[in-house]
T-cell receptor, first 117, second 114 residues
């Protein structure tokens, strides 16, 4: 398993500003993921962040809007840029600690609840 | 693309009732299947998983069997408790796609009344 923390746990931001969310893991992991959970909705993958390479974004998400950093094997940041009320969501990071190829077991952080006014 | 469909919620039951939450999937490869639970105010937790056909995942009294013939992974519990009130997500990870990402269903909110 893995213990994952996120900062901040919640924030209220003004339209047009940016927020950087931090994700810290208690062990070294290769793959980290960022998800968005809009109010009352399921989780949608934003991007996959591997240390030492550019993040891979899912359809509908772009680097200019959601830049990601992955400076080492225990840490990642997601920035929500030029925010609008539609960005109000819970943002979650997760890690894959499974050692067996093809069988991933992901553990999730507690999430960052973002409200954009 | 891959997808997961869950029964619509919310679901409200009395304590000690039998629970079934239906989940079906569509995948091009051979997915692993998961149930995640999100308790009020908490993060997402892995509840159980199954990695191949006919596998049964179980945890905390919950069970789900990987049915390839019906592409289903229904969640069951024989006697629910108030503490089981949460949102439950069915998810898959498809090895055939090569990516380690999860595809989630829409979630089912479960409320257990004493």
């Amino acid at each position: 398993s893995a213990v994952i923390s996120q900062k901040p746990s919640r924030d209220i931001c003004q339209r047009g500003t940016s927020l950087t969310i931090q994700c810290q893991v208690d062990s070294q992991v290769t793959m980290m993921f960022w998800y968005r959970q809009q109010p009352g909705q399921s989780l949608t993958l934003i991007a996959t962040a591997n240390q030492g390479s550019e993040a891979t974004y899912e359809s509908g998400f772009v680097i200019d809007k959601f830049p990601i950093s992955r400076p080492n094997l225990t840490f990642s940041t997601l920035t929500v840029s030029n925010m609008s009320p539609e960005d109000s969501s819970i943002y979650l990071c997760s890690v894959d600690t499974s050692g067996r190829a093809g069988v991933n077991e992901q553990f999730f952080g507690p999430g960052t609840r973002l409200t954009v006014l | 693309g891959d997808s997961v469909t869950q029964m619509e919620g919310p679901v409200t039951l009395s304590e000690e009732a039998f629970l079934t939450i239906n989940c079906t999937y569509t995948a091009t490869g051979y997915p692993s299947l998961f149930w995640y639970v999100q308790y009020p105010g908490e993060g997402l937790q892995l509840l159980l998983k199954a990695t191949k056909a006919d596998d049964k995942g179980s945890n905390k009294g919950f069970e789900a069997t990987y049915r390839k013939e019906t592409t289903s992974f229904h969640l069951e519990k024989g006697s629910v408790q108030v503490s089981d009130s949460a949102v439950y997500f069915c998810a898959l990870s498809d090895r055939g796609q090569g990516a380690q990402k999860l595809v989630f269903g829409q979630g089912t909110r479960l409320t257990i009344n004493p």
